[in-house]
């Protein structure tokens, strides 16, 4: 498929290059310049090569790569995710968009989870998108650091919402593509609070007790 | 220790019960009745006493067994547990009380986390206790069916809360006693909100999936 992640850095993106261009997925880099988008999209080539991958990978503005993409998956801080997807609109028709936004904030050692006005940055995504898009609530709690070894079998669980059956089977069939992530939906969009605030639980657990938890549901 | 269940039925009280009777522990049932209180107290005397066990199990009315005893569970429903613990405030002075109260609502088959107006069952909780008392937020996520068969280890882990640290380090020694769990802090009482908000997506999985979650960090 054609993948596009705006913004393309930061915590998650590397490892879902990575991974999905072993697995033959187009990906399109977007980021605000087209410069910096086709520089780590060049890195991205770069570290695939070495391991033996030849990637399809482009960089570009993220307004274009979200045109040319079947799936995006916003790879941008909380702050600034709705606004870009905002100024992205236009290129944006029927697509399957993913959000694996969470809006934390810290108090002394401690994340709490703190939701736009919305409920959930899911929720005020859904408000700057066209009504044909397709959003899927995801990825809010993978490891970064397992993720981006291509090698090692991701043993979490993904638990995803929204309210497109159809859209929730393609983000599935692409996650378990990654091994060994299994996929739970929950359910309806309405759901997305309550998995976003899974992460500064687990981001706060980490802090404390100096580990890299996931989730499993067992 | 003298342990106390306000509410003393429903869900995970009878495994916690069980267990804690099996371990030793002094136990009081508290309802809103001194009648239906022994009742209660009857039933699972004889329950223990089948599986070759000798209880201490004593029932009364809530404020006398919140007054009896050294730790507190509160195992009433969301929209009766303040205003219980409020009417026993008079009889709790510095002893541990521990909230697994989540506040849900049903929207079709899924449920959705509905936080009273201080964000958190816990802490609405913690507005009526007497300041000397010290709320641990824990036991939301277990599972009631294996909790009550006492042979079941139960591999899972039970994430609290709290601003006292002896009182959380007493509800990880009570829990840890009951095989395998194992207790992440996640830090002050602020945390509850994430943790509350763990069981309506647990509960809507369930649903979907004909499962019998429970959750563990790995």
């Known amino acids: 498929m054609k993948i596009s992640l705006l913004g393309g850095t930061g915590d998650i993106a590397e490892g879902l290059v990575l991974r999905w261009s ?18 780590i999209a060049a890195e991205y080539i770069e570290k695939l090569k070495e391991l033996g991958i030849e990637p399809k990978i ?30 992205c609109a236009d290129n944006i028709t029927d697509q399957i968009v993913v959000t694996p936004v969470v809006s934390m904030k810290k108090e002394g050692k401690t994340f709490l989870f703190d939701p736009p006005s919305q409920g959930s940055s899911a929720a ?6 066209p009504s044909t898009a397709k959003l899927v609530s995801a990825y809010h709690n993978l490891p970064a650091t397992g993720l981006a070894k291509i090698d090692e079998e991701l043993d979490y669980d993904v638990v995803i919402c929204g309210d497109d059956e159809d859209a929730k089977a393609v983000v599935t ?32 657990l980490n802090i ?4 890299h938890f996931s989730i499993k549901f067992v």
Request: no cysteine; aromatic share 2%.
């Open 22 to 39: 072993q697995a033959g997925h187009e990906i399109y880099i977007g980021s605000r310049s087209e410069e910096k988008a086709q520089g």
């Open 124 to 129: 005020e995504i859904n408000e700057v998108l």
């Open 208 to 211: 404390r007790l100096k580990k």
């Open 58 to 87: 482009h960089g570009m503005e993220n307004a274009q790569a979200a045109k040319h993409s079947e799936v995006i998956i916003i790879s941008i801080p909380p702050e600034y995710a709705a606004s870009t997807i905002k100024a």
């Open 173 to 204: 069939k692409l996650t378990e593509e990654m091994k060994n992530l299994r996929v739970l939906d929950a359910g309806p969009l309405d759901v997305s609070p309550m998995i976003e605030a899974i992460t500064p639980l687990i981001v706060s």
